[in-house]
């Protein structure tokens, strides 16, 4: 399993990798070993996290952690607890927060990430420098006025990103957030372009 293999981006709740669990997880479980009093639910989370903090080499969130269980530890925690495992997570990091196994430098939004003092150095570990889809588009509009040397439609701003392999951006998010780049006024309208029932281009 590479590192790839575990999205750095925005990610989907809820799915799992099991291939990374293998041989790390299994080194990673016999790390904990020293704290037997630990319950095995929180000794799941903290293999887990410092799984996904090696794979991605920095703090990550719980989204990230989730995914770095395996399937068999997900279901232990789903059936450990009346939350759910998405709520529990964050529950169980915030108590080994607080036992100092795990930091975290704040959070992106409302999206908290978390470091193992055992895989990452605290003192150097900052929050990713992810940008929203919101400010992509923006930044890719920009270099699209750039590349066609005139103000652009949004159809030029999808074909641009299709030429640029931003598939993980589709028309339909790239038109919605250009026109809501347009209500706050982040972006200027010079006109617009309509086709008449012959299919003829006009200026509006």
Do not use: W
């Not at 068999?72 to 709520?87: D, G, R, S, V």
């Amino acid at each position: 399993m590479s590192v790839k293999d575990l999205p750095a981006g925005d990610s989907s709740e809820g799915g799992h990798h099991p291939v990374l669990a293998g041989a790390s997880h299994q080194q990673h479980v016999g790390a904990h070993s020293k704290h037997p009093k630990m319950k095995s639910e929180h000794k799941i989370v903290l293999c887990a996290l410092e799984i996904a903090n090696a794979a991605l080499g920095r703090v990550v969130s719980t989204e990230e952690v989730i995914k770095a269980l395996t399937e068999a530890e997900a279901n232990k925690l789903k059936a450990a607890y009346a939350k759910t495992i998405n709520q529990a997570v964050p529950v169980i990091l915030s108590l080994l927060t607080a036992r100092k196994l795990v930091f975290s430098p704040g959070l992106i939004g409302t999206r908290r990430y978390y470091g193992s003092v055992n895989t990452l150095n605290a003192a150097n570990s900052l929050l990713p420098n992810f940008q929203s889809r919101r400010q992509r588009v923006l930044m890719l509009l920009r270099d699209a006025v750039q590349e066609f040397g005139r103000a652009v439609r949004i159809g030029d701003v999808v074909d641009y990103a299709k030429k640029r392999g931003m598939i993980d951006l589709a028309p339909q998010m790239i038109t919605r957030y250009i026109l809501s780049l347009l209500e706050s006024h982040n972006i200027n309208s010079v006109g617009i372009v309509r086709a008449d029932v012959k299919g003829n281009v006009r200026r509006a």
